[in-house]
């Protein structure tokens, strides 16, 4: 080999090296997604791919002629420099972060060999093989150190930078969140960094995403957040009707979550329907918009978050074949930096948190012309509960704590780019939207949101059997529980009045153990108790006002006869369901009493009712049923959760509701909306594969049946027996909840009463029964359960919470205060607990010390209406007037408009059977059933009812098909 190679070879090398070594520092410790750093990348393997070449030469000719340590060290860097050839070509993804960090060891470990040799030669240390080892191992342990620090650098603050933390005082009013009136996106609490617009195209370009995630790709394109805009049909609908009422900016707080290709490219003050089908439009949430999120400022929702354009997209998502291919080169060599603008620490480690930018919101004058109130809110009801972990108070628990992701991003076998060990999270976002796909005609989607649904979430048990109680009279409900349009965490069962149930009535049950025979001409009372299970959030989720949710309950007789049945669907199956269903939903009503059925929460003025249950609790339904006097020897019946998104009404509406043109325009304001519609509207150009009305699937979640044997009059009556076995705990517990969360305290005292004779060394009987003993005011009883479940179960958190309540209301505060220390030692982000604790501290006189509990509350909910009172009052005992007054004008900002139940009033009387729906114990009947026997006509179980649903028009009409454009205008205007 030629002089000059080898002179060159050892002119150069040596600063190639210094190179590698300082840039690898930089390239490790910082990476950004900036052109610099990418430079730095493209000449760290210029560098490296030159030295690799430059050691051939240098080691032929000198490797014999060096010490064995130098041999050594020059052999480790040549062994790294092989390894990082080798990912010029594979590049540094997941799967090969141990070659990478082999081939970092490597060169770093014989670049310190080296180093020690040279100095060993200016000597340092001396002369010796000893003094030459010493040098060595000084080095690599400085290395070591120096590595550990580089690590530090690189991961330590990136881990807790943009952690999601709440404010501890949360805007006065709607004013003063996001950019405030004078933003471009407000009432959207959403930002941009550097307060810009970003252009449409950033938005729409998920396609560049798919030249390394072509399995997420694909997942996303099906999902619902890809159809997330007015792509949509039904989110198309109600915000046309919201721009047509209200104008285009309120439609902004829709917008941030919703339409960012619109919104956030400044186009949304433009009404929707003059560019409905612009590719910006269709273009739903696209991989951008999630991933661009670089900060989320609360937990108090509605796109509270900040956007960032990053720099380099324009690479991404060029047209030019050389550009894209150099990124995507980049991206591969290191892909550091993507990671660090599309998947922030928060993503995964607050995921909860990170959701609940967009899955909680409030409306507030800006938007609702009116005043504060609750929208939607996944995040708060999970967090108060056992699935987050972090709830003291679950009636369940699961295994393991679990976030949004677990359920709705499950792992999926893919070899995209970023997979972790062949799996990557699903982003098809299983959940319960079953209209999109079905309009969409996306087979797959369809098919795997059924699966979901149906995967044991909740169950249905027909459970006990008793004679059947006078009628309950419709009365007043506890307007706190109506402070807000949906439920909130499981803070609310302290809001549980005692209902009218009377004194308690013992049952037959479990109805499949014990197999109870009925009477001709007997009327029975029958409970069905239906139980959250794999759910981390209420039942059901999400806009609750929008679906049909319903439990129904069917008799029929050995005859073929059907003798009962509620929660009928009309029209063959295909129509609404019928009015005195029990449903899961939230009812409000607008300034003039008509429903919110339009997707049009911003009219939202009281709430008729709220029905939901928390996760890993239970509701209890009653069902009045008559035993024909021709009813067969065998009566089964048949129990089933039935869902259909959206709800009948909603889905006609969105496709085809039109004002009826036969009545005088009516009146229509932001407070109220008069207007008759029929469903002969026009479906031209609607946002579904087909120009037609989809067809939305019911999904049974969950089903059971029993039979009951039918005796003649001259038997004797059913006398009440019960079957305890160790397996039905949990069905009587189940019973017990459903019972308590109504107001039920006897019956549900009595139901806990047989967990306890299943198993005494179970403390969860001992803690129910003292639960509903403490909503009773039964203090005495209360402190003997506990103290039984505490004897159990020492360190049991709800027996102790519940304790303290019995300890405060005998005034032993101290006592009490050191049980909710032991309740937040295990769960310290319990908001209930920490209100309590701070209470009690409060009524102390140490005002001070009650502070600061309470300020946790507001960490974890800055909206917590409790926790602003009492620190108003917590204030005015400090004498500080200040922040006294700030709390307080929270407070008077979150509190519930408790007058404005009087709207419901005249509401309730048209409609008598979502009155007897909004009390909190009722029964259900039958609907008449005329016509669905197969044998004599069944008897109608209660005329009220009856003549009401008759009345309403929503019974007996001609069946038809659902994909049809026409529909009475009796159903339509209802």
Not at 942 to 967: E, V, Y
Request: hydrophobic share 40%; glycine share 8%; net charge positive.
């Amino acid at each position: 080999m030629p002089r000059s190679v080898f002179s060159a070879s050892h002119r150069i090398l040596p600063g190639l090296l210094i190179f590698l070594f300082i840039s690898a520092i930089y390239l490790y410790s910082f990476p950004q997604p900036n052109t610099f750093y990418a430079g730095v990348v493209l000449l760290h393997v210029v560098a490296g791919a030159g030295a690799a070449i430059l050691l051939v030469p240098f080691l032929l000719r000198f490797l014999g002629s060096v010490s064995p340590l130098s041999r050594l060290g020059w052999l480790l860097l040549a062994t790294g420099a092989v390894l990082g050839l080798m990912l010029i070509y594979t590049g540094t993804p997941r799967s090969e972060w141990n070659r990478l960090y082999l081939h970092i060891a490597l060169c770093f470990a014989g670049a310190g060999i080296l180093f020690a040799e040279w100095a060993g030669k200016r000597g340092w240390l001396g002369p010796g093989a000893g003094r030459g080892i010493i040098r060595v191992t000084i080095c690599l342990a400085v290395l070591v150190a120096f590595g550990v620090g580089l690590r530090y650098l690189r991961e330590s603050r990136w881990q807790h930078r943009a952690r999601i933390q709440n404010p501890l005082m949360p805007a006065a009013s709607m004013d003063g969140e996001g950019d405030g009136p004078k933003g471009p996106f407000f009432p959207s609490s959403a930002q941009v960094y550097g307060g810009k617009k970003i252009p449409s195209k950033f938005f729409m370009e998920s396609d560049s995403c798919k030249r390394c995630h072509q399995d997420i790709y694909n997942q996303w394109y099906s999902s619902v957040h890809h159809f997330s805009s007015f792509n949509n049909q039904w989110y198309r609908k109600s915000v046309e009707y919201m721009q047509d009422t209200v104008g285009t900016r309120p439609s902004k707080w829709c917008g941030g979550c919703h339409d960012p290709a619109v919104l956030y490219a400044g186009k949304m003050d433009t009404p929707i329907k003059q560019f409905v089908h612009s590719p910006e439009a269709q273009a739903g949430l696209g991989c951008m918009m999630c991933h661009s999120i670089a900060q989320v400022k609360s937990t108090m929702g509605q796109g509270d978050f900040y956007l960032e354009y990053p720099t380099l997209h324009e690479m991404a998502a060029s047209k030019n074949p050389i550009v894209r291919t150099l990124h995507d080169f980049l991206i591969n060599l290191n892909p550091e930096p993507h990671r660090r603008v599309f998947l922030k620490p928060f993503m995964r480690d607050q995921t909860a948190e990170f959701c609940s930018a967009c899955h909680k919101v409030h409306l507030d004058v800006p938007v609702n012309h009116y005043r504060w109130i609750r929208g939607f809110n996944e995040y708060d009801n999970w967090q108060a509960s056992g699935v987050s972990g972090e709830g003291a108070r679950s009636f369940y628990y699961p295994a393991k704590p679990s976030q949004c992701a677990d359920c709705h991003m499950p792992l999926q076998p893919s070899k995209d780019a970023g997979n972790i060990n062949g799996f990557v999270h699903s982003h098809r976002f299983p959940g319960a939207n079953t209209a999109v796909p079905t309009a969409n005609e996306d087979a797959e989607q369809l098919k795997l949101t059924e699966e979901f649904l149906k995967n044991k979430i909740l169950s249905v048990d027909i459970f006990a059997l008793s004679p059947a109680r006078a009628e309950n009279k419709p009365g007043a409900v506890n307007q706190s529980e109506l402070a807000t349009t949906f439920a909130v965490g499981e803070e609310a069962e302290t809001k549980i009045t005692p209902g009218a149930a009377g004194e308690f009535v013992p049952v037959t049950a479990p109805l499949n153990r014990v197999q109870p025979a009925v009477r001709l001409g007997d009327t029975m009372r029958v409970d069905v108790v239906v139980r959250t299970k794999k759910i981390g959030h209420f039942f059901p989720g999400g806009t609750v006002d929008a679906y049909d949710t319903w439990l129904e309950l069917k008799g029929t007789d050995d005859k073929g006869q059907t003798i009962f049945w509620s929660g009928m669907l009309e029209d063959n199956g295909k129509g609404p369901v019928e009015k005195g269903a029990h449903f899961y939903r939230s009812l409000q009503v607008d300034a003039h009493g008509n429903p919110i059925n339009k997707r049009n929460a911003w009219a939202s003025r009281a709430v008729v009712y709220v029905h939901l249950i928390p996760p890993g609790a239970a509701d209890t339904v009653h069902f009045r049923l008559r035993i024909p006097e021709n009813a067969g020897g065998k009566i089964s019946l048949h129990a089933r959760l039935c869902y259909r998104k959206f709800a009948w009404w909603n889905t006609q509406f969105a496709f085809v509701g039109v004002p009826d043109p036969n009545q005088p325009k009516a009146q229509t304001t932001p407070d109220f909306d008069d207007t008759k519609l029929v469903f002969t509207g026009s479906l031209s150009g609607v946002s579904a594969a087909r120009e037609q009305i989809p067809d939305v699937p019911t999904v049974v979640l969950a089903e059971d049946e029993v039979t009951l044997q039918v005796a003649p009059h001259s038997a004797r009556a059913l006398e009440p027996k019960v079957a305890l076995q160790a397996d039905d705990w949990q069905r009587w517990n189940d019973y017990g909840i459903g019972l308590l969360l109504q107001g039920d305290l006897k019956g549900a005292q009595a139901a806990f009463q047989k967990v306890t004779e299943i198993d005494p060394k179970n403390p969860d009987g001992w803690v129910n029964i003292g639960r509903a003993a403490v909503q009773e005011g039964d203090m005495d009883r209360a402190r003997n359960m506990l103290e039984k479940a505490l004897s159990i179960s020492p360190s049991l958190a709800r027996a102790h919470f519940f304790y303290a309540k019995v300890l405060r209301a005998d005034g032993k505060y101290d006592e009490a205060a050191d049980h909710l220390r032991n309740v937040l030692a295990q769960y310290p982000r319990d908001r209930v607990a920490l209100n309590d604790f701070g209470r009690i501290l409060f009524l102390q006189r140490k005002y001070a010390d009650a502070v600061k509990p309470l300020e946790g509350v507001l960490a974890i909910d800055p909206e917590d209406l409790q926790a602003h009172y009492n620190l108003m009052l917590c204030y005015n005992g400090l004498g500080d007037e200040k922040k006294a007054k700030e709390h307080e004008v929270r407070y008077l900002r979150f509190k519930a408009d408790e007058a404005s139940q009087t709207i419901t009033g005249p509401y309730r009387r048209l409609n008598p059977e979502d009155n007897n729906e909004r009390q909190a114990i009722h029964e259900h009947f039958s609907v008449p059933l005329s016509g669905l026997t197969t044998g004599k006509s069944a008897v109608l179980h209660h005329p009220k009812l009856a003549t009401d649903h008759a009345g309403a028009g929503t019974l007996a009409r001609p069946a038809q098909s659902s994909s049809a454009h026409t529909t009475t205008s009796a159903r339509a205007s209802r």
